[in-house]
């Protein structure tokens, strides 16, 4: 991976910043754990105050209330913002959607931001960054010029890049696509994957502790299931997880699946891998983990199994194998450690067998993460230092 504090500044007169105050904003637990190391170096600096916006599903019981793990970050003020609507409807979501606008509005109004963080591709993502724009706060879009063409995320992702004003992808090949867009490149810092920040140094909990926290037995071979409905494909989400639990049937190892994110579809996905947990005493569903046990079951797993974006970026710096399904990820770079398959039960199969081979994992061993070197925070704040004045900003082309 290529990085650099600006893939190129131009002729645009840069100047000391005055951002002090900045906020970001957080709607599920998969942007959570991805926001905090750039949190707590930003809450850490002199004369800087640092909010967090959590919406979404942070403030839902059925998701696991994950503001908590926010409100343990030392000098961030955690502002609840009040704006899911529970149903996986297209109109539920939706609506959750039109509410987001609404709700984040009200409490951007009452803070005042120089600056505001937006990280990916979610829809009630892009209502927050609609809002800040009518706020005239600038706004820093994290993972942006990505590509998940099973998703309609993906559309979600390039609707908030033209909204933004300062873009840090993660890889030189995102950066391409935003000049594509559009992009002024002096608006453009290339810095890598915020995520691995946190996992440089991770140091993860012993598996007899994860195996009383989770209820799955990491001691033997486990396997970690993250899968989402594929939003933008012909079969129905319940058509897509019934292929991977006749999958998981066959699988003779102990199983954490996680539940799936607030999308169209989420219901009969979770029903169906809860019908699958219930009377296997060796399978457990929950609906969220904290970060940091996320990273451990990682990092003790025997392999991972879905279409989280977290088995496409994070899972390499563990070096485990990923069988990822269906085209929710098609387009983002995939690291080695990546076996793609189609959503069929025999593929899937397939693609378990081959990541549980002795000789595939043995390759893994010398695997450098493509998506950065866990210095993205580092080199946002270096942009941070010299971003031009607000109304430059706030001006695009």
Known sequence: MTTSSSDCRGSHPFSRSAIRRIGCISTSRADAGIY??????????????????????????????????????????IIPVEHYRPGDRPEDVAASAGHAVIQFADALAKTKLDLIFVLGDRTEMLAAAL?????????????????????????????????????????????????????????????????????????????TRLS???????????????????????????????????????????VLILGANADVGRAAVDRSLRDFARDRQNVRL?????????????????????????????????????????????GRVHPENVINTSTSSDSIREGVKLASAASFKSKLMRLANPYGDGRAVDRILGVLQNVPDRQALLRKL
């Not at 170096?41 to 403030?59: I, K, M, N, P, W």
């Not at 090949?173 to 996992?199: K, N, Q």
């Open 131 to 207: 809002a800040a724009l009518i706020h005239r706060i600038p706004i820093a879009h994290l993972h942006g010029g990505e590509r998940t063409a099973g998703a309609y995320d993906d559309q979600c992702r390039h609707a908030i890049t033209k909204l933004a004003h300062v873009h840090f992808p993660s890889l030189s090949e995102y950066a391409a696509r935003l000049r594509s867009l559009g992009e002024e490149p002096w608006r453009i810092h290339t810095v890598g994957a915020l995520a691995l920040d946190a996992i440089k140094d991770f140091k993860p909990e012993p598996a």
């Open 286 to 330: 929950l609906p969220s983990l904290p970060a940091a046990h996320f990273y451990s079951c990682m990092a003790h797993a025997s392999l991972m199994i879905g279409n989280s974006s977290a088995g496409i970026i994070e899972a390499a710096s563990f070096k485990i194998p990923v069988v990822n399904i269906g085209g929710r990820q098609t």
């Open 36 to 77: 905090q190391p750039l949190l707590r170096a930003l809450a850490g600096e002199e004369d800087r105050q640092v909010f967090c916006f959590a919406g979404g599903t942070h403030l839902s019981d059925d998701f696991g209330h994950t503001i908590g793990e926010l409100r343990q970050l030392d000098h961030v003020e």
């Open 212 to 254: 009383q926290v989770t209820g799955v037995d990491f001691t033997g071979p486990t396997f970690l299931v993250v899968f989402h409905p594929e939003t933008l494909a012909e079969a129905p989400p319940e058509a897509q997880v019934k292929e991977l639990v006749d999958a998981l049937r066959q699988v003779d190892a102990n």
